[in-house]
């Protein structure tokens, strides 16, 4: 069985950065891709960013791009996403995914989640 495991996420104000943190543990397993999502009270989840390991080409929302990073080993299947000038508006519960397949991760369709982290920015 696979887990993914996210941490790093926290209070922090207008302004500030964190760094989250996702990785996997239990059977080892090839990812493709790693993904992170977050999703807010009453909203649907989002896409934030993605890296495939491929070139380690990395993609982002709108809304995050020029302010957050992500990174990752894709040997140990670990991705991180650093946020840095964060907005109230980024406040939500972020998740990672990781798909095994590129015809999955094209289609979203993710085999693996965690849990999530919160992360509250206040103003």
């Known amino acids: 069985q696979v887990q993914l495991v996210e941490s790093g996420g926290g209070l922090v104000q207008a302004g500030g950065s964190l760094r989250l943190s996702c990785a996997a543990s239990?059977?080892?397993?090839?990812?493709?891709?790693m993904d992170w999502f977050r999703q807010a009270p009453g909203k649907e989840r989002e896409f934030v960013a993605a890296?495939?390991?491929?070139?380690?080409?990395?993609y982002y929302a709108d809304s995050v791009k020029g302010r957050f990073t992500i990174s990752g080993d894709n040997a140990k299947n670990t991705v991180y996403l650093q946020m840095n000038s964060l907005k109230p508006e980024d406040t939500a519960v972020y998740y990672c995914?990781?798909?095994?397949?590129?015809?999955?991760?094209?289609?979203?369709?993710?085999?693996?989640w965690g849990q999530g982290t919160q992360v509250t920015v206040s103003s």
């Open positions: 239990g059977r080892t397993f090839s990812s493709y891709a």
């Open positions: 995914a990781a798909a095994t397949t590129c015809s999955k991760w094209s289609r979203r369709d993710y085999d693996y």
């Open positions: 890296i495939r390991w491929v070139g380690k080409s990395t």
